[in-house]
T-cell receptor, first 114, second 116 residues
Framework: GENVEQHPSTLSVQEGDSAVIKCTYSDSASNYFPWYKQELGKRPQLIIDIRSNVGEKKDQRIAVTLNKTAKHFSLHITETQPEDSAVYFCAASQRSGGSYIPTFGRGTSLIVHP | GAGVSQSPRYKVAKRGQDVALRCDPISGHVSLFWYQQALGQGPEFLTYFQNEAQLDKSGLPSDRFFAERPEGSVSTLKIQRTQQEDSAVYLC??????????????FGPGTRLTVL
């Protein structure tokens, strides 16, 4: 089955700095890569996703890059703000019966210091 | 509109008890997913429905776990003879269909199960 490794497990930055979270996956059949943000005690919420036919995608301060050959993808957050503090999960998904089944990484706890 | 809802939000069970966890997906969403999230971990896939059909149950950890969605809307995850290792947050998610532009999964708030 798929195996997703996520690093770092904890990331502490100053407000205004950039943050980068990296994930690797093992199964070349994975073709959809969502990123979720989960605040303490809250539900995971999709913040950005990328499909395997695209190398990069941006949405305001958030960007995701994908290297299919190396089987790794990264989340980049620029101009971090205290409200960006949360746990971020990457996932690698494969199609199964008409939908995508994700395998999640173990999460990165991002702390943005004001 | 209303998001995915789950009940109860918290459940404490004695070891050996049976529990039933409910998920109400977003109205009209065809696909429904169940995940188990242990403390400090990412969600782990348990099972998936498309309408009332259970298309993948490869993540269910044992035959004590059973899920159903009889009318293609509300789903129930049942755990029989609960064990301490079943303690986790159980997340439900739904998505509109599963096509290329509608794969976004919307998560519920989860049910935190504690087995004593």
């Amino acid at each position: 089955g798929e195996n997703v490794e996520q690093h770092p497990s904890t990331l502490s930055v100053q407000e205004g700095d950039s943050a980068v979270i990296k994930c690797t996956y093992s199964d070349s059949a994975s073709n959809y890569f969502p990123w979720y943000k989960q605040e303490l005690g809250k539900r995971p919420q999709l913040i950005i996703d990328i499909r395997s036919n695209v190398g990069e995608k941006k949405d305001q301060r958030i960007a995701v890059t994908l290297n299919k050959t190396a089987k790794h993808f990264s989340l980049h957050i620029t101009e971090t703000q205290p409200e960006d503090s949360a746990v971020y999960f990457c996932a690698a998904s494969q199609r199964s019966g008409g939908s995508y089944i994700p395998t999640f990484g173990r999460g990165t706890s991002l702390i943005v210091h004001p | 509109g209303a998001g995915v809802s789950q009940s109860p939000r918290y459940k404490v069970a004695k070891r050996g008890q049976d529990v039933a966890l409910r998920c109400d997906p977003i109205s009209g969403h065809v696909s429904l997913f169940w995940y188990q999230q242990a403390l400090g971990q990412g969600p782990e896939f348990l099972t998936y429905f498309q309408n009332e059909a259970q298309l993948d149950k490869s993540g269910l950890p044992s035959d004590r776990f059973f899920a159903e969605r009889p009318e293609g809307s509300v789903s129930t995850l049942k755990i029989q003879r609960t064990q301490q290792e079943d303690s986790a947050v159980y997340l439900c998610a739904s998505s509109l269909v599963g096509g290329s532009n509608t794969d976004t999964q919307y998560f519920g708030p989860g049910t935190r199960l504690t087995v004593l």
